[in-house]
Nanobody, 115 residues
Framework: QVQLVESGGGLVQPGGSLRLSCVAS????????MSWYRQAPGNQREWVAG???????NYADSVKGRFTISRDNAKNTVYLQMNNLRPEDTAVYSC?????????WGKGTLVTVSS
């Protein structure tokens, strides 16, 4: 069973940037489709971005053009580069790995966008 650990969250001003990282245990990370989700207080969890095993990417409309998902299989890591952050991006961001229909989640990292 893979374990996922996120990092990189914090407090940032509107218009600022953060890069989140999600490190996976094990040696088959390259076989996992990876995604980032977020959950704001009082809201349901929402999908943010995804990257396939082949490197194809997809984004929610709310972050398209501002966020970039990428992966480094040699480092067992998926990244979420977040630019031009807005207060409505404030949430706990979690990564998810999917392998043969099984989903694995990290515990999340908090991103707060506020002046």
């Amino acid at each position: 069973q893979v374990q996922l650990v996120e990092s990189g969250g914090g407090l940032v001003q509107p218009g600022g940037s953060l890069r989140l990282s999600c490190v996976a245990s094990g040696n088959i990370f390259s076989l996992y489709a990876m995604s980032w989700y977020r959950q704001a207080p009082g809201n349901q969890r929402e999908w943010v971005a995804g990257i396939s095993t082949g490197g194809s990417t997809n984004y929610a409309d709310s972050v398209k053009g501002r966020f970039t998902i990428s992966r480094d299989n040699a480092k067992n890591t998926v990244y979420l580069q977040m630019n031009n952050l807005r207060p409505e991006d404030t949430a706990v961001y979690s990564c998810k790995g999917r392998y043969y229909g099984m989903d694995y989640w990290g515990k999340g990292t908090l991103v707060t966008v506020s002046s």
